[in-house]
């Protein structure tokens, strides 16, 4: 997967967007669900990261933090759960999805990531049960149907991306589950 790093792009702004809009789709879906909610992350990244100086949060949540002064309960729950400065800790999409559904009952949680040291992170979180050091398939979901799967990979395969998936793959992925939030990159 390249030289992709979370840490660098924790808090971006693709983050500002994303996010919110994660923790609005859960708290959607959590209001008529039923038993215990299953989520699972197909490119689950680091369970959060340190906002390294100079990095792609301070055009993020940054920016945001200076000029936002809305009242969306989504994008407060999600300001909450963060501070905008040099070394202060953001979580990842896993680690927010966690939390709002430990405040919402029962849940499971299936983490896919391939980069051991991020694989590392999130069983610092979740446990060892719950994260996978690979790639999600469409057979994980034979036994185990997700309630909610986001898929927000790092990248689309191209010339210079080779090791990303194709977006044909993402969406074999996403088929026949009842909900899934996709995030695709720009770049």
Same mark, same amino acid.
């Given at each position: 997967?390249?030289?992709?790093?979370? *840490?660098?792009?924790?808090?971006?702004?693709?983050?500002?967007?994303?996010?919110?809009?994660?923790?609005?789709?859960?708290?959607?879906?959590?209001?008529?669900?039923?038993?215990?909610?299953?989520?699972?992350?197909?490119?689950?990244?680091?369970?959060?990261?340190?906002?390294?100086?100079?990095?792609?949060?301070?055009?993020?949540?940054?920016?945001?933090?200076?000029?936002?002064?809305?009242?969306?309960?989504?994008?407060?729950?999600?300001?909450? *759960?963060?501070?905008?400065?040099?070394?202060?800790?953001?979580?990842?999409?896993?680690?927010?999805?966690?939390?709002?559904?430990?405040?919402?009952?029962?849940?499971?949680?299936?983490?896919?990531?391939?980069?051991?040291?991020?694989?590392?992170?999130?069983?610092?979180?979740?446990?060892?049960?719950?994260?996978?050091?690979?790639?999600?398939?469409?057979?994980?979901?034979?036994?185990?149907?997700?309630?909610?799967?986001?898929?927000?990979?790092?990248?689309?395969?191209?010339?210079?991306?080779?090791?990303?998936?194709?977006?044909?793959?993402?969406?074999?992925?996403?088929?026949?589950?009842?909900?899934?939030?996709?995030?695709?990159?720009?770049?």
């Amino acid at each position: 997967m390249g030289t992709y790093d979370h *840490q660098t792009k924790a808090g971006n702004a693709g983050d500002v967007v994303k996010h919110p809009a994660l923790i609005a789709v859960l708290e959607g879906l959590l209001a008529e669900h039923e038993g215990p909610f299953r989520y699972a992350d197909a490119f689950a990244g680091r369970w959060e990261s340190i906002l390294l100086e100079g990095a792609g949060w301070a055009d993020g949540i940054g920016v945001f933090v200076a000029r936002w002064h809305g009242a969306n309960p989504d994008v407060q729950s999600w300001h909450r *759960q963060w501070r905008a400065a040099a070394g202060a800790r953001y979580p990842g999409s896993t680690q927010l999805a966690e939390r709002l559904l430990a405040k919402h009952g029962g849940y499971q949680i299936r983490a896919f990531e391939i980069v051991d040291a991020y694989a590392a992170s999130l069983r610092q979180g979740l446990g060892e049960a719950a994260v996978f050091t690979r790639s999600a398939t469409p057979s994980d979901w034979t036994d185990w149907r997700p309630d909610l799967l986001f898929i927000d990979p790092p990248g689309l395969r191209s010339a210079r991306r080779p090791d990303d998936p194709l977006l044909e793959d993402l969406l074999d992925l996403a088929e026949g589950l009842p909900n899934v939030l996709l995030w695709l990159p720009l770049a």
